[in-house]
């Protein structure tokens, strides 16, 4: 075989990967994930017309890159003490008493290769949660299923050039 068969076999073998990686990608944001069970019935609508924020649960929504869930010594400032308003809430207490966290399964995942920062989308950027989360303090059943399955490339470069925002690659891939 000649020298220029094997250069365009190579090429084609590499196209055809790129378009099977593409076609993969894009069809795994497009299937669902099957929805989780929670530990807790948690309800946002409940928990915001107390007056909480979602800083309150996810304290550092501001200050890291990862917002983080809800700890048990966070819920324990309101719920140490039964107020019998919900069947979860002695959960809560039993979570604290064998001294463990509640086993929150994190639902809300990028892809591998995208770098975020929480902080810097809701500090620096001045967004909120909504923006990519939608109306959580209308929920009143816990987080199952993804709720940033709508946010691709697309969206994301066009938020960025809204805000002024950096749309370079490595702003936001490894």
Known sequence: MSMKAILIGGVFLAVAAAGTLAWGV?????????????????NHKRHHDEGLSCKD???YADERLE??????????LCHEEELGKHPDEPKVREFARDGGEIPWIQVNRLVG??????VAHVKLAGMNCRDCHGDMEKEV????RP????????????CHTAKGAKNNCMSCHK
């Not at 917002?67 to 324990?76: G, I, K």
């Open 26 to 42: 894009s069809h795994r944001s497009r299937v669902r994930p099957k929805p989780v069970v929670q530990p807790i019935a948690f």
């Open 57 to 59: 649960c996810h304290k």
């Open 67 to 76: 917002a983080t869930m809800p700890s048990t010594r966070a819920c324990l």
């Open 113 to 118: 290769h995208v770098r975020f920062s929480h």
């Open 141 to 144: 059943e816990p987080v199952t």
């Open 147 to 158: 709720q940033i399955d709508h946010l691709d490339m697309d969206r994301c470069m066009a």
